[in-house]
């Protein structure tokens, strides 16, 4: 079967794709379910699956989504929300036998005060438990802007590292740096990502990087026209 695998979480979105295109089918159809911003969701979708959306029409808000793929494989995701309509709980299920949903996994989704994403829980379900699977940890500046988020796999029953991203920012408030580190008995570099804003408005050119183990060594960039 071909597939991919595409998500949705409330992280940035230049971590997803950096053209938007192999998602934009499915970020679609959240736009049209008042899931702009807030669509902490993982889709696994396959080639000309069918695609089905029930709605909760009384607070105009998506509570489930399946997906049915032409060789007769199937999924679920339902949604459970706070008070702030916040998606807070995404559990996973996969097709059983005849019509019935197997409960395969969740991800659990925790806010601070100022309702900004702080934790991102994975887990899977083996019959009776949840099992810990991973989990992205969230921070901010004082300017409420997303400056690092880091990726664990819990391994031997404890929390181990695995990637880091940190941003910067300009005085306009534009992302112009990514950086991404791996775990290597330490954070080590892996590449950087630089976004150049001359005049503060408009991205004029973008650096990609890749760390050779002692220095950084140009990959690509992108230079962008306006009319």
């Known amino acids: 079967m071909i597939g991919s695998v595409i998500s949705f979480t409330q992280i940035p979105n230049a971590y997803l794709c950096p053209d938007n295109s192999s998602h934009y089918l499915f970020y679609k159809s959240l736009r049209d379910f008042d899931l702009v911003s807030q669509s902490p969701t993982t889709f696994s979708i396959f080639i000309n699956n069918d695609i089905f959306n029930e709605k909760d029409y009384v607070r105009q808000r998506m509570d489930s989504l399946i997906s049915n793929s032409v060789t007769g494989g199937r999924l679920k995701m339902e949604f459970e929300y706070d008070s702030n309509d916040k998606i807070i709980k995404q559990l996973l299920f996969g097709s059983g036998v005849g019509s019935s949903w197997v409960l395969s996994g969740k991800t659990e989704y925790y806010f601070a005060g100022n309702q900004k994403l702080i ?109």
Do not use: C
């Open 119 to 227: 934790l991102e829980l994975h887990l899977d379900w083996n019959g009776s438990n949840w099992d810990s699977v991973s989990r992205f940890e969230y921070f901010y500046n004082t300017q409420e802007q997303l400056t690092q988020f880091v990726y664990q796999n819990y391994i031997a029953n404890k929390w181990e590292n695995y990637l880091r991203h940190s941003y910067t920012y300009d005085v306009y408030g534009n992302r112009v740096n990514n950086l991404t580190e791996e775990w290597i008995n330490g954070w080590q570099n892996l590449h950087l990502f630089t976004a150049y804003y001359p005049n503060g408005d408009k991205m004029d050119s973008s650096l990609f990087q890749m760390w050779n183990s002692t220095s950084w060594e140009n990959y690509f960039r992108t230079t962008f026209y306006y009319n």
